[in-house]
């Protein structure tokens, strides 16, 4: 199946975007997992020349999904900031080092460390009002919260390359040290188009952090005689996924859409719901 890689958004007073998301073959379904376990200071006001740690991909990977662990001692955690940035140059921002915190927690938030799994369905906020606790067992199995920014920011792309993930201190007083963190791919079937339609409220056509998926849309997969090849409503989270014979072409329509949405102005066939 040829790879397709398309953007569609609606307007509501602002965007719904409809994000259409297919792998090429030969790739098959998969996970791969990198680890990193060379321990490092994280060093007051650091964030100038931040502590850094690569991961290299060394085989194509076209992301489907991806999820991030970390496991950092500090005794005031939200003075740590993390970014990740792809071979691309796409850079997230995971953990913000602002001093946030939620529901309610005083700024900042003065709970010790990170051992977590950042995934972006995670419903859990980084800030959960409790000591993360960095002996094994580590990352998810301790708890999973949703990064500042979407790593669906890097679906589509190839993670063949150098990934860069960086780490350093916002605030004087208090040090740290990274311990580890990990990557996870996961790349989709190639007979398979998955994807999410979203509110796009500053009509951009990415998804950004204060975006929220759209559910009750109808995705249907039409061929060249215009039958029907596969169909699907969006979950809860905005969610589709369409199975596609490899190597059949198809139309993408979205339908059921609410009368306050209509097409925005960003992304491949922009402006229509094709």
């Not at 949703?146 to 390359?161: I, R, T, V």
Request: glycine share 10%; net charge negative; proline share 4%.
């Amino acid at each position: 199946m040829k790879a397709i890689h398309r953007s569609f958004s609606l307007l509501i007073l602002g965007v719904l975007m409809f994000n259409l998301l297919g792998t090429p073959s030969p790739a098959h379904a998969l996970t791969t997992t990198l680890i990193d376990n060379t321990t490092g200071a994280i060093v007051d006001l650091s964030c100038a020349s931040p502590l850094t740690r690569t991961f290299n991909v060394a085989s194509s990977i076209i992301i489907a999904d991806l999820n991030v662990g970390l496991n950092i001692s500090h005794a005031r955690r939200s003075d740590v900031r993390v970014t990740l940035t792809s071979p691309s140059g796409t850079t997230v921002v995971l953990v913000s080092g602002g001093g946030l915190g939620s529901p309610t927690v005083a700024s900042p938030d003065d709970f010790d460390n990170y051992d977590l799994l950042l995934d972006d369905t995670s419903a859990n906020s980084i800030y959960d009002n409790d000591n993360d606790v960095i002996a094994a067992p580590i990352f998810e199995l301790d708890r999973t919260a949703k990064p500042y920014d979407l790593l669906s920011a890097f679906k589509g792309e190839d993670a063949l390359g150098n990934w860069t993930l960086s780490i350093c201190d916002t605030r004087s007083g208090t040090t740290g040290t990274y311990n580890q963190s990990k990557l996870v791919f996961t790349s989709a079937d190639p007979n398979t188009i998955t994807g999410n339609v979203f509110t796009d409220y500053n009509d951009n056509g990415v998804r950004g952090s204060g975006d929220t998926g759209v559910s009750g849309i109808l995705v249907t997969a039409y061929d060249a005689s215009g039958a029907t090849v596969d169909s699907d409503t969006t979950s809860s989270t905005g969610d589709y996924s369409l199975s596609i014979p490899d190597g059949t072409q198809v139309r993408i329509e979205f339908t059921n859409i609410p009368s306050n949405l209509a097409p925005g102005a960003f992304g491949i066939d922009s402006g229509t719901t094709v």
